[in-house]
């Protein structure tokens, strides 16, 4: 499972640190709130594949991913698909293709994402009873990702936890005043959460 989606992991935690060692500065809240990844979607193992090559039907094929990251292709043979978006998939397959078939056209199509849970999961960090690692889910909000994680510990810095999201300008970061949410009920900075977010609670220091 899953080597596409650790690889995304680990380039998000990555660049959180860059952000942390460039001295990235907490913007003032979220500009919008979106239920979708804005991050090309990577195949992963168990996914469904439509394959199709234009005017070459008997080398259109539905394949799932296999365990080894694989899909089997009429001609091309085994091809790697596990990490790819489906469009660097096709160019894959039309390359292998361009030996037998003049300048295939391919195009692939997830049918069904059956990895994506684990690729747009949130999670929770620091110090908080659980940290927590879910499935994202519409309509969840910081608080939500906080109550599942068991609540801050005693060592939290509530009001200092910080939201990191992953946009197409790199990695954003958003204050979060948790104390007040929890403590006081003040709910300005329950931001809504978008796929891939990371929360984390930091200690205090003493």
């Known amino acids: 499972m899953i080597k596409a989606a650790v690889s995304q992991v680990l380039f998000l935690l990555s660049a959180l640190l860059i952000a942390g060692c460039a001295g990235n500065r907490p913007v003032s809240a979220p500009v919008q709130t979106q239920d979708y990844s804005e991050q090309t979607y990577q195949i992963g193992v168990g996914d469904q594949l439509q394959i199709s090559v234009w005017r070459e039907p008997e080398l259109s094929v539905?394949?799932?991913?296999?365990p080894d990251g694989k899909v089997s292709v009429p001609l091309a043979g085994d091809v790697l698909a596990a990490g790819e978006t489906a469009e660097s998939l096709a160019a894959k397959v039309a390359e292998k293709l361009a030996n037998f078939v003049r300048q295939p056209q391919v195009t692939v199509i997830v049918s069904d994402p059956v990895s994506r849970d684990f690729q747009q999961r949130v999670r929770a960090t620091g110090a908080l009873q659980t940290p927590t690692s879910v499935p994202f889910r519409k309509g969840m909000t910081v608080l939500d990702l906080v109550l599942l994680s068991g609540g801050t510990t005693p060592f939290a810095d509530a009001n200092g936890t910080q939201l990191y999201r992953q946009t197409k300008d790199g990695v954003r970061v958003y204050p979060i005043r948790l104390d007040d949410i929890l403590k006081k009920g003040r709910l300005t900075t329950n931001y809504p959460l978008a796929p891939?977010?990371?929360?984390?609670?930091p200690e205090r220091s003493f």
């Not at 891939?196 to 609670?201: I, M, Q």
Request: hydrophobic share 55%; no cysteine.
């Open 196 to 201: 891939s977010d990371v929360v984390t609670v």
């Open 62 to 66: 539905a394949v799932p991913v296999r």
